[in-house]
């Protein structure tokens, strides 16, 4: 099993930029999927972005795509999400999740389909 911890979320205005960063301990990190989730309250948690064991493989939800990036660092045991023009509708509680890849250099979109799954951040963006 893999623990996650997310950093780097905080306030923002419309239009800003945020790095979020995931930490992961364990030694299987560079062969998990991992994931970006998002829940505004009352809200389901939604997929963000996703990518590969080996970062070649990535998916963005229609909403951001053009406007935030996913990336990993195996050596470093981190994913990121860069998050640019940020949007007040955004602000939510992001989430990392991780999971073993099976057999393929593949990405997951559904939050069931991951196990591990880290504390949460904050994003808060003002209009």
Do not use: H
Request: net charge neutral; glycine share 10%.
């Amino acid at each position: 099993q893999v623990q996650l911890v997310e950093s780097g979320g905080g306030l923002v205005q419309a239009g800003g930029s945020l790095r979020l960063s995931c930490a992961a301990s364990g030694r299987t990190f560079s062969s998990y999927v991992m994931g970006w989730f998002r829940q505004a309250p009352g809200k389901e948690r939604d997929i963000v972005a996703a990518i590969s064991w080996s970062g070649s493989n990535t998916y963005y939800a229609d909403s951001v795509k053009g406007r935030f990036t996913v990336s990993r660092d195996n050596a470093k045991n981190t994913v990121y999400l860069q998050m640019n023009s940020l949007k007040p509708e955004e602000t939510a509680v992001y989430y990392c999740a991780g999971r073993t890849a099976l057999f393929s250099d593949r990405y997951y979109v559904e939050d069931t389909e991951y196990r591990d799954w880290g504390q949460g951040t904050q994003v808060t963006v003002s209009s």
